[in-house]
């Protein structure tokens, strides 16, 4: 019997390192085929106004172009490439994105802090034994630090601290000398990010603590090959390693330590500082190492939105039922949508398909909060929600079209896209206003539009005969729409 293969690629873009991992799913086993890691140390590249230096982004553009390469044959519904802490905090993106995603001939998804958290979680899960019990999985990124308790393959809690080896290293060792006091600083400094989550986290308790990051690896390595520890880490293997770096005083000095790659050195210590504030702040005894990690989570993820176990349709779902939507009408706006998709000459992409059915399940989010501009507080509650699943440009592209489903067009919405995505969003936001204007009524009618064509700045509507003469409102709603679409430069016929 043949197995079942399929496969996927995985990209991270990390503050520390860019991964990639091409690997194939045999009867939902993950099996790496290809990896690839540069350490490019994105967040060494900010100023201090938050801009990405132009070297360091050429430097990411020159690995990018080698993973470009590799993952070229693989189609988009198998491949996900993702931005962390860096792309998130970076305010020249627009500087960036558009040179890296040519490079990788793919999109690149900037996921918050709390998305990063599940996906990894998800990746750690599969690899540990699901008999365990609730554990609290820890990955120490470049710019960031992952905090997730959970049970099996469910995260229960998650967080993100903005703490990183990476950016630990240059705020408080940039001059390259390890002493007490600047270890110790960092160490507070941690300690102090951890205070708000410590009572919950405490609270919902753990059987293990998982390590899944390059800087727990590492300590972990160094500690037992140094004879600090055989367990790896625990109170007696760190305190030791700690002893031993202020003993050695400088960053350079730390290549004395046995099992410390080259590569790892330079941003060791600011990680060594953020696992010593874990340990003190969360009574941490012992941190098992595990090989699972973000790009593994993006394979499963992806995996499962492929085999219908999308979590974007249950955060969906959730929200629905949380604010109360009327199922009916979301679903007479998509079977609307979808009409018109059929007698258009638009060939959409499945990530504008996907939009198209979130904004018509979600449309109404607001309604029950008020009915006065329901259509804004739907868009704040999308902007601001904690989704599961989500990119931040997925979150973002759908509040916009929901904001501006209906009368005035407001622009600072607009605004919030590039132009690469308005012009992706222009004829959704079309769909969406049309399929809202016909549905006003609240009852199920057969959609009379004959055809719709969409050209640079013109949208053409014809109807059946006699349709329009016989629904007055609708037709003086339609009337009214070609005013609000000049906001947005749109010629709109009525035939």
Same mark, same amino acid.
């Given at each position: 019997m043949?197995?079942?293969k399929e496969?996927?690629?995985?990209v991270?873009l990390?503050?520390n390192?860019?991964?990639m991992?091409?690997?194939?799913? =045999?009867d939902? $086993?993950l099996? #790496?085929?290809?990896?690839?890691k540069?350490?490019?140390?994105?967040?060494?590249?900010?100023?201090?106004?938050?801009?990405?230096?132009a070297?360091?982004? %050429?430097?990411?553009?020159?690995?990018?172009?080698?993973?470009? $390469?590799?993952?070229?044959?693989i189609?988009?519904?198998?491949?996900? @490439?993702?931005? !962390?802490?860096?792309?998130?905090?970076?305010k020249?993106t627009?500087?960036?994105?558009?040179?890296?995603?040519?490079?990788l001939?793919?999109?690149i998804?900037?996921?918050?802090g709390?998305?990063?958290?599940?996906?990894?979680?998800?990746?750690?899960?599969?690899c540990?034994?699901? %008999?365990?019990?609730q554990?609290?999985v820890i990955?120490?990124?470049?710019?960031s630090?992952?905090?997730i308790?959970?049970?099996?393959?469910?995260p229960?809690?998650?967080e993100?601290?903005h703490?990183g080896?990476?950016?630990?290293t240059?705020?408080?060792f940039?001059?390259?000398?390890?002493?007490?006091?600047?270890?110790n600083?960092?160490?507070l400094?941690?300690?102090?990010?951890?205070m708000?989550i410590?009572s919950r986290?405490?609270?919902?308790? &753990?059987?293990d #603590?998982?390590?899944?990051s390059g800087?727990?690896?590492?300590?972990t390595?160094? @500690?037992?090959?140094n %004879?600090?520890?055989v367990?790896g880490?625990d109170?007696?293997g760190?305190n030791?390693?700690?002893?031993?770096?202020?003993k050695?005083?400088?960053i350079e000095?730390?290549?004395?330590?046995?099992?410390?790659?080259?590569?790892?050195q330079p941003?060791?210590i600011?990680g060594?500082?953020?696992?010593?504030?874990?340990?003190?702040?969360?009574?941490?005894?012992?941190?098992?190492?595990c090989?699972?990690?973000l790009?593994?989570?993006i394979?499963?993820?992806?995996?499962?939105?492929?085999h219908h176990?999308d979590?974007?349709?249950?955060?969906?779902?959730?929200?629905?039922?949380?604010?109360? =939507?009327?199922?009916?009408?979301?679903?007479? #706006?998509?079977?609307?949508? %979808?009409?018109?998709v059929?007698?258009s000459?638009?060939?959409?992409s499945?990530?504008? @398909?996907?939009l198209?059915k &979130?904004s018509?399940q979600?449309?109404?989010?607001?309604?029950?909060i008020?009915?006065?501009?329901?259509?804004?507080?739907?868009?704040?509650i999308l902007?601001?929600?904690?989704m599961?699943?989500?990119?931040?440009?997925?979150?973002?592209k759908l509040?916009?079209l929901?904001?501006?489903?209906?009368?005035?067009?407001?622009?600072? &919405?607009?605004?919030?896209?590039s132009d690469?995505?308005?012009?992706?969003?222009?004829?959704? @936001?079309v769909?969406?206003?049309?399929?809202?204007?016909i549905?006003?009524?609240?009852?199920?009618?057969?959609?009379?539009?004959e055809?719709?064509?969409?050209?640079?700045?013109?949208?053409?509507?014809?109807f059946n005969?006699g &349709?329009?003469e016989?629904?007055?409102l609708?037709?003086?709603?339609?009337?009214s729409?070609?005013?609000?679409? !000049? =906001?947005i430069?749109i010629?709109?016929i009525?035939q």
């Amino acid at each position: 019997m043949e197995e079942n293969k399929e496969l996927y690629a995985a990209v991270d873009l990390g503050s520390n390192s860019f991964h990639m991992i091409v690997a194939e799913i =045999t009867d939902n $086993q993950l099996h #790496v085929i290809d990896r690839h890691k540069d350490m490019v140390r994105l967040a060494n590249g900010l100023d201090k106004k938050g801009n990405l230096s132009a070297r360091k982004i %050429d430097e990411a553009i020159a690995s990018l172009e080698k993973i470009g $390469q590799r993952i070229q044959h693989i189609p988009k519904s198998h491949l996900r @490439i993702i931005g !962390t802490n860096t792309l998130r905090k970076a305010k020249n993106t627009s500087d960036f994105i558009p040179r890296a995603e040519e490079a990788l001939g793919k999109p690149i998804d900037i996921v918050s802090g709390r998305e990063e958290a599940r996906i990894l979680y998800l990746g750690v899960a599969h690899c540990l034994p699901s %008999d365990r019990g609730q554990r609290l999985v820890i990955d120490i990124g470049g710019g960031s630090t992952e905090l997730i308790i959970g049970e099996e393959f469910e995260p229960l809690l998650r967080e993100s601290l903005h703490m990183g080896c990476v950016s630990y290293t240059k705020k408080f060792f940039s001059d390259g000398v390890i002493s007490k006091e600047n270890f110790n600083k960092a160490v507070l400094h941690a300690r102090r990010q951890l205070m708000p989550i410590v009572s919950r986290y405490s609270k919902t308790g &753990w059987q293990d #603590v998982i390590g899944a990051s390059g800087s727990m690896r590492a300590t972990t390595e160094v @500690i037992v090959k140094n %004879d600090f520890s055989v367990y790896g880490i625990d109170e007696s293997g760190l305190n030791k390693l700690i002893v031993q770096c202020l003993k050695l005083g400088l960053i350079e000095n730390l290549n004395q330590l046995e099992g410390l790659s080259s590569r790892r050195q330079p941003v060791f210590i600011g990680g060594l500082a953020i696992i010593k504030a874990l340990c003190d702040s969360l009574l941490l005894d012992q941190i098992e190492s595990c090989t699972g990690a973000l790009r593994e989570g993006i394979v499963y993820d992806l995996s499962g939105r492929l085999h219908h176990n999308d979590i974007r349709q249950r955060t969906l779902d959730k929200l629905s039922n949380q604010f109360e =939507t009327n199922p009916l009408q979301s679903l007479r #706006v998509k079977m609307s949508m %979808d009409e018109m998709v059929n007698v258009s000459n638009l060939t959409l992409s499945n990530s504008q @398909i996907d939009l198209l059915k &979130w904004s018509a399940q979600l449309h109404e989010l607001g309604l029950n909060i008020s009915h006065s501009h329901f259509e804004k507080h739907a868009a704040y509650i999308l902007s601001n929600a904690d989704m599961p699943g989500f990119s931040n440009q997925e979150q973002l592209k759908l509040a916009v079209l929901i904001a501006v489903q209906r009368r005035k067009i407001h622009k600072d &919405w607009i605004k919030k896209l590039s132009d690469y995505q308005f012009q992706k969003l222009l004829p959704l @936001i079309v769909l969406l206003r049309l399929a809202v204007i016909i549905n006003r009524p609240r009852i199920n009618c057969l959609n009379e539009i004959e055809k719709i064509e969409f050209s640079d700045n013109s949208i053409s509507l014809k109807f059946n005969s006699g &349709w329009l003469e016989n629904h007055p409102l609708t037709y003086a709603d339609l009337k009214s729409e070609a005013k609000y679409l !000049t =906001t947005i430069d749109i010629n709109y016929i009525i035939q």
